[in-house]
């Protein structure tokens, strides 16, 4: 059974940094192209960054400049680093595979707030 947890998720001011992590199971992140995701309350989830097997990465124009996505292959997790937040990145993230294919997890909550 696939299990995606996602912690580092907390309260930061503007312009602040977080880093999230995605600790996978049941499946080999080496193999498997990842990305984060994001929603809000009222809004579909979005797709935010995603990194090849090959460790090619894209991103959403809303964060590209602001947040690196990378993978630890032998730790099996993928990780979100998060600078210059702002408001409008308040969310809860998620990580998943790209395309989603597993049970989404319980997500991990980012408020950016002065």
């Known amino acids: 059974q696939v299990q995606l947890v996602e912690s580092g998720g907390g309260l930061v001011q503007p312009g602040g940094s977080l880093r999230l992590s995605c600790a996978a199971s049941g499946i080999f992140i080496a193999d498997t192209n990842m990305g984060w995701y994001r929603q809000t309350p009222g809004k579909e989830r979005e797709l935010v960054a995603t990194?090849?097997?090959?460790?090619?990465?894209n991103y959403a124009d809303s964060v590209k400049g602001r947040f690196t996505i990378s993978r630890d292959n032998a730790k099996n997790t993928v990780f979100l680093q998060m600078n210059s937040l702002k408001p409008e990145d308040t969310a809860v993230y998620y990580c998943n595979s790209d395309p989603p294919s597993y049970d989404w997890g319980q997500g991990t909550q980012v408020t950016v707030s002065s």
């Open positions: 990194i090849t097997v090959g460790r090619s990465t």
